[in-house]
């Protein structure tokens, strides 16, 4: 059965709890593409390609179409989602895991934008759900799930495979490419650069649009059909795209300044290198179905991209500050997500959903 618009909003009005869910649901897509958008942005406006404004409107646009194409047409990361949080027995127990995990993340972002890093929604989302999920004593839940182990390898695997590809993209270019007598490049280069930067924000709202479809569906539905089909209504599709873009609009100067001039100095063949070799890895994350972080990504290819013109263009202090996030966010989220959920339990909230 498809949850009718209308009856979404007579819902909203009948339930406070249901009214919290919603707003906890919404705040997180919010804040997700408000916290991807400097990543996503980076690029093209510390070189100089696009001004800010119209940066952020490209993008914005691009994944506002990327979530509506993608979940039309695949819906691989929503299963992704379903088959961790997705408990046809119990929809209370269902909601709970996804406010815990929702929650983890919107309490770990403010602490990444301070540090002028975005906070990854997949690393916090996903442990948050782990933890949230071994809360509840179903940790064989985790041990029969076929994604659990290819969720953690595409975190792992993410920043060697995009540096890799950013390195040797940039080596083709630098050897290929030769800039004008006047010093400026070639103009087709920025155009390039603006075409991959539409690319990675429609994957971008692809992939990440998906997860919060899904989100938003099990807290308005509970759970899914026994068997294991669902419908996503189209109203919803376009309500989270349209959140997810006004985030991406909206954005967070701090992390672009933080990017794109406090790690290394970003060239225009740079640029191309970077969003080009992050478009290609999120498609195939995508084709193989490794779940990837696209912010992980995106800063993997810019701290390979200055490498690559020697170790002394980078600013490593700042490069192990994020990598020291990373590599916390998988204990803090988890242990969010476990406490939440017990909270959550101990004060009846389960019962309530």
């Not at 869910?21 to 990543?39: N, Q």
């Not at 406006?45 to 696009?50: C, G, H, K, Q």
């Not at 839940?141 to 993209?169: D, E, K, Q, W, Y």
């Not at 109203?235 to 001039?261: H, K, P, Y």
Request: proline share 4%; with cysteine.
């Amino acid at each position: 059965m498809t949850l009718e618009f209308s009856e979404f909003i007579s819902l909203l009005f009948q339930s406070p709890l249901y009214l919290i869910g919603t707003v906890v649901v919404v705040l997180a897509i919010f804040v997700g593409g408000w916290m991807d958008s400097a990543a996503t942005i980076v690029t093209v406006v510390s070189t100089r390609t696009l001004h800010r404004r119209w940066a952020v409107s490209m993008a914005a646009v691009s994944n506002f179409f990327g979530v509506l194409c993608i979940t039309v047409f695949n819906s691989q990361i929503i299963n992704y989602l379903y088959s961790f949080i997705a408990f046809p027995q119990d929809q209370g127990l269902s909601r709970v895991v996804l406010l815990s995990s929702l929650i983890t993340f919107l309490l770990w972002a403010p602490i990444n934008w301070l540090l002028g890093v975005p906070a990854s929604e997949s690393h916090g989302i996903f442990s948050g759900l782990l933890g949230s999920v071994a809360a509840l004593n179903m940790r064989e839940r985790l041990g029969s799930n076929p994604h659990a182990l290819p969720m953690m390898v595409g975190f792992v695997l993410t920043p060697v495979l995009t540096g890799a590809l950013t390195v040797i993209i940039l080596k083709i270019l630098r050897r290929s490419l030769a800039p004008k007598e006047r010093g400026d490049w070639d103009p087709r280069l920025r155009e390039s650069h603006i075409f991959f930067l539409g690319g990675t924000s429609f994957i971008h709202g692809a992939r990440n649009g998906q997860k919060y479809v899904a989100a938003l569906y099990l807290a308005l539905q509970g759970t899914v059909a026994a068997s294991g089909v669902f419908v996503i209504p189209l109203w919803l599709m376009i309500l989270v795209a349209l959140v997810l873009s006004f985030g991406t609009f909206v954005g967070s100067r701090r992390i672009v300044r933080n990017l794109g001039q406090r790690i290394t100095k970003i060239t225009l063949p740079m640029g191309i290198a970077i969003e080009s070799a992050s478009f290609i890895n999120l498609i195939l994350g995508g084709i193989l179905g490794v779940p990837m972080s696209t912010n992980q990504t995106k800063i993997s290819a810019i701290i390979a991209a200055g490498a690559e013109g020697g170790v002394k263009r980078v600013n490593w202090r700042k490069v192990v500050g994020i990598v020291l996030l990373w590599i916390l966010s998988f204990p803090i989220c988890w242990g969010l997500g476990y406490l939440l959920t017990k909270v959550f339990l101990a004060i009846g909230v389960g019962g309530a959903l």
